[in-house]
């Protein structure tokens, strides 16, 4: 039948801090593509820094909506794998994510969404206390590819944990004042604060006052800022790396001044 | 005619040293994808170190099996080269390998297997001294996968090159003795131990005694062991690296207690 | 009809400096894919060096001819995103390129070839000063992909800017003198010298007289010559790596010595 086609052909997505080195990766497609072998299987990316779930929520945040609707989002860095925190399937923006439940959803979650705890056995490949991206998530995603309700896989859950460092700015008259949450492989380092059609000509951070230019080559050699095309506020270099330059770290505080 | 059409959309799966910076992984997809346009390209891994034989075989043992049976598997780590090293196409529990016989099929030879020598010319893209990854291993495997018989590509192999590090162990009545075989991305260090049932509640690693628990987060920030998904003795610290903090390596020695 | 669907399932390939860490080629797949859930996309390499428009300009000249005629390629290294700089599509020996027009397309330019401007805003995402690749490159591709016509995207562009640093050699009677174009992985160094059926027994590297082999493992743990599967030579040490051992680097002269 057409519909049960095109539901089998759907894209599967994949986000890990597994890298690229061991067969963790390609064992989880093998598992996959067992179950499903008209799956569409897209990296998001598995260069997630070790445990690193706050990160992974960020990149999850900011690729799954170019999906296409229905896409299925596996996002898998489990520093708590084998004890009792729940697995999840969620259903939020015409999005499924197949995750635990360590906050890697935190930003993908908007209501009304729909959460169910991974508990039915029948669809894992085993049980497994040390890799469940293998074992219980990539075979939960394949079977929910195939069209399996995701009632099938289990009960709905509740008090799903989230992160709110992205929501954490504090804003007054004159200004907006966030933090780095995320820096680039071009040393370039995102920060929680969206102007949002405000005009802001200046940021500060570590005692330098940055101008805010409209792109990258327009203000070469030294530090400045620009509004991502994400619509945060970038700190970067053109042709240089800002977060070895000026030794930027996520959390560090920047101070957006709104214009008069 | 729908079983060739179901043939010639077979799984290829690729495990190199070639790393993702150079042209060469693209240029094998390009070469397989020209051949045979319906082929699923799946990677395993292209981050083995160079020239790292043995690491490519426990990498390629770890992961055939999670595909489905009839996939074809090119595993290119060929330090010899352009040399008289044979080149092979060997079927083994129903899996397809596609691979120069330096020992990285080690591992996925189970008898009966049947073996030939990538000898026909007619499938190569061209001869080549340098890059048979591209120019000998990627054609014939995408001519495989369109269904070419596997006798057309040469004649019988024999004295197939094998390393024998994974069964290297020494059982008596109440210890395995064992080494270290595998690292990976975490710094986990994978050991040639399977306990197979038995129980065991210590190993030794470097003087050191380290309990074995059933899941990572279950014995946080010191070093520890558990029993891997794939049934093999894996050091760890769990939220550290157990390779930078014991300076472990492969081929040190782990011995593993048996319960009395 | 057969032919527009064998039209949508047309490979995309893609090339930047973009790495795999972060959401940026996630988003560029997931925004061809919700164009044309048809398109096969192909990695060729992230992992230029970032702003290294060189070295993207010689991996795609390797790669591009590996692919079936009617691929589209989307190379994006692409350091003045957001200025003037003009983009483009480029259809040259049966192919279609994507990118930046910045130098990235030097050595896929064939007389007769035709390129047009993207300009047209409709086929865009959005507008984007800081991530055309995502916004820009990524959706025109698909939308090339799907059938839309070359005229539709802008109009016929001029004075396309050109590197000529491969052809950048001096022959005489008895040698050719040119230099290192790119380090592979390996640590081997690839010149723009091509010999092209001329005999050559000997070059010179930074006062090193080094033999020209035919294979990699004939001349083990010493500098030496090949003449690499695309025709370049090639300076390698086998098992060794040429580029850490003999601290070369790009653009240093190599001196080919013809035979007599």
């Known amino acids: 039948m057409k ?10 997505t994949l986000l890990t801090d597994f890298a690229l080195k061991d067969p963790f990766v390609g064992q989880m497609k093998g598992v996959i593509l067992s179950i499903n ?14 445990q690193a779930v706050e990160d992974a929520a960020f990149v999850l945040y900011e690729s799954f909506h ?4 229905g896409s299925i989002h596996i996002a898998v860095v489990d520093p708590e794998v084998g004890s009792q925190r729940k697995a999840l399937i969620v259903k939020s923006q015409g999005h499924y ?6 906050g890697i959803l935190s930003y993908v979650l908007k209501e009304p969404f729909y959460a ?8 894992f490949l085993r049980k497994s206390p040390t890799f469940q991206g293998r074992d219980v998530f990539a075979p939960t995603a394949a079977w929910l590819s195939k069209g399996i309700e995701i009632n099938e896989f289990g009960s709905p859950a509740k ?4 992160f709110k460092t992205l929501y954490d700015t504090e804003k007054s008259d004159d200004k907006i004042v966030g933090k780095i949450v995320y820096i680039d492989r071009f040393g370039n380092a995102i920060t929680n604060i969206k102007p949002e059609g405000k005009k802001i000509r200046q940021i500060k951070i570590k005692e330098l006052i940055l101008p805010v230019v409209s792109f990258y080559s327009q203000y070469p050699h030294k530090p400045a800022a620009v509004i991502n095309s994400d619509g945060f506020i970038e700190i970067f270099i053109y042709m240089g790396n800002a977060k070895e330059t000026l ?4 959390k560090q505080t920047v ?3 709104l214009d008069g």
């Open 66 to 69: 170019y999906f296409p609707e």
């Open 116 to 123: 169910v705890c991974i508990e039915n056995e029948r669809y």
């Open 97 to 102: 994510f197949v995750a635990p439940d360590n």
């Open 255 to 257: 101070e957006a001044f």
């Open 37 to 50: 072998p008209h799956a569409k299987i897209v990296d998001i990316t598995h260069e997630i820094e070790p």
């Open 247 to 250: 030794n930027l770290e996520k």
């Open 159 to 162: 008090d799903i944990k989230v």
């Open 3 to 12: 519909s049960s086609e095109a539901l089998s052909s759907k894209i599967i």
